[in-house]
């Protein structure tokens, strides 16, 4: 006696020949038009700035801010396009999508993120337009990598329009916390531990809660990496780790505050590379290293530093955050992202939570301690006023206060990011987007033209089961099908 039973998995619509370009073309206009009406050069990038040196006594054009803030936001630039594509290329069928659509939105993200900044930062009340010079675009890069650290969490689970919708409810989100934590309650957060890591985090980490997929187990086979993804993924890491000194002192202050900034990433980005390393070794029974661990733990001193950046920290207090920020975040992906996917059903692709979200809370904490226990025998008067801007409204904030504030700062990166991306993962869970199927997640081929031949895959699965033996046949182009054969 034979009996087959079948079960179909549900098929999804993932063309996009509609959606995508409607999306792109219709939002592209809409930035060309809030920019004619709203955005116009700065002082410093406008014609005028011949008469403007005039006026002001400036001999020479190295006066000009471009030529102070360039190098970084060359530096940050590239992290953005290069650093963060490249480091999410280790999914074996999945670099097309990993570059390729970090690029995009990246691309959408600064547009809107300049526009958004520009209404809550410098907004002319006079004139009602928006100056834009070389700084702008450094805070644009930045507002867009809070959207690109939230893409890590649902690489690959998502549809191209769904990150373009992410993108933009990000960082709407990004530029109201961003002034609340900048401007409302002062905090200092040069390098973006609050505002862009942790904020970033727990964004992605939330709308991947809500779109959890049961049946992930289905497209396992393209999760894994290969050789050279892998290596391709190590070439973003690397970008990352060499550019992150600039990352953390793009738009602190000239002179010592920037210099500062540099001099504590770079200890602490070395600090952090030995103790990866060795609790990746330690970890593994055979002492062999993880490249996961080396692709992506290396890398959370350069977060967990960003809030403390330009204190006064000293070198050896640099050395002590990267050792514990290696330690913490290697034992996350060896413990908590196994946890935090079987218990709290969060699937997290890249792991963002070890990489930024705790890092962050971690560079939050940092910030607060060494704020409040800043002092004038270490900072000298007039630095403890330049470093922690006390002057206007704020000339009478304490250094204690100020600790309190920085600590309600990480607290309101953390709501605006857990309510938001709730808020957003909701939206983005209408069946309206195309996104893949669970047996298609991490697939090139499902947006993209992969011009090579199709390798198909069929996997077999026995289970015993009674008197029954039951075949599970599962190919990637191909409708699951179940087989009972009863003996």
């Not at 936001?73 to 670099?95: E, N, P």
């Not at 079987?342 to 997290?348: E, N, P, R, S």
């Not at 090579?452 to 996997?459: C, D, I, K, R």
């Amino acid at each position: 006696l034979t009996k087959h039973t079948y079960y179909f998995s549900q098929q999804k619509n993932t063309n996009i020949r509609l959606t995508l370009p409607v999306v792109c073309f219709v939002w592209q206009i809409a930035m060309i038009i809030l920019f004619g009406v709203f955005i116009r050069y700065d002082e410093e990038s406008d014609t005028h700035w011949v008469e403007t040196k005039a006026h002001d006594n400036i001999t020479s054009d190295i006066e000009n801010d471009f030529y102070f803030r360039y190098p970084s936001f060359q530096d940050v630039h590239v992290m953005i396009f290069v650093g963060f594509g490249f480091l999410m290329t280790f999914l074996k069928r999945y670099s097309f999508g990993a570059v390729g659509f970090n690029f995009l939105i990246a691309s959408f993200g600064l547009q809107w993120a300049l526009l958004m900044q520009g209404w809550f930062h410098s907004l002319d009340p006079q004139t009602g337009k928006i100056f834009i010079g070389v700084e702008s675009l450094i805070n644009a890069d930045f507002c867009v990598a809070g959207c690109l650290i939230a893409y890590g969490a649902v690489l690959g689970k998502v549809s191209p329009v769904q990150l373009l919708v992410m993108t933009l409810f990000g960082v709407t989100l990004f530029a109201v916390e961003e002034y609340i934590i900048l401007n409302l309650l002062h905090a200092r957060d040069a390098g973006g531990s609050m505002v862009i890591h942790t904020f970033g985090g727990y964004y992605g980490l939330t709308i991947s809660w809500v779109l959890y997929r049961p049946n992930l187990h289905q497209s396992k086979r393209m999760q894994g990496s290969v050789y050279h993804s892998d290596i391709f993924a190590m070439i973003g890491t690397l970008f990352l780790w060499m550019f992150w000194p600039s990352f953390n002192s793009a738009i602190t202050d000239h002179g010592d505050g920037q210099h500062r900034a540099v001099i504590n990433t770079y200890l602490c980005l070395a600090s952090t590379v030995l103790t990866t390393v060795a609790i990746s070794s330690f970890s593994q029974k055979t002492g062999k290293l993880d490249m996961v661990h080396i692709q992506n733990s290396t890398l959370a001193g350069g977060v967990a530093l960003g809030t403390a950046a330009e204190f006064m920290i000293s070198p050896y207090g640099a050395l002590i955050v990267g050792f514990l920020c290696g330690i913490i975040s290697t034992m996350g992906y060896i413990f908590i992202s196994p946890f935090l996917e079987k218990t709290l059903k969060i699937q997290d692709t890249c792991g963002i939570h070890n990489l930024h979200a705790m890092p962050g809370v971690i560079g939050g904490i940092v910030g607060a301690i060494t704020a409040a226990a800043a002092s004038e025998s270490v900072y000298g008067k007039q630095g403890l006023i330049n470093t922690f801007d006390f002057t206007g409204d704020f000339k009478d904030r304490t250094v204690l206060t100020q600790g309190g504030y920085q600590a309600a700062g990480m607290c309101v990166s953390i709501v605006f990011g857990v309510a938001g991306g709730a808020i957003v993962g909701s939206i983005l869970k209408l069946p309206i987007w195309g996104d893949p199927a669970d047996e298609n997640c991490f697939d090139d081929e499902v947006y993209w033209e992969v011009r090579e031949p199709a390798t198909h895959h069929l996997l077999f699965t026995i289970q015993p089961l009674g008197g029954a033996i039951v075949f599970d046949l599962v190919s990637r182009d191909e409708l699951q099908t179940t087989f009972e054969i009863y003996i």
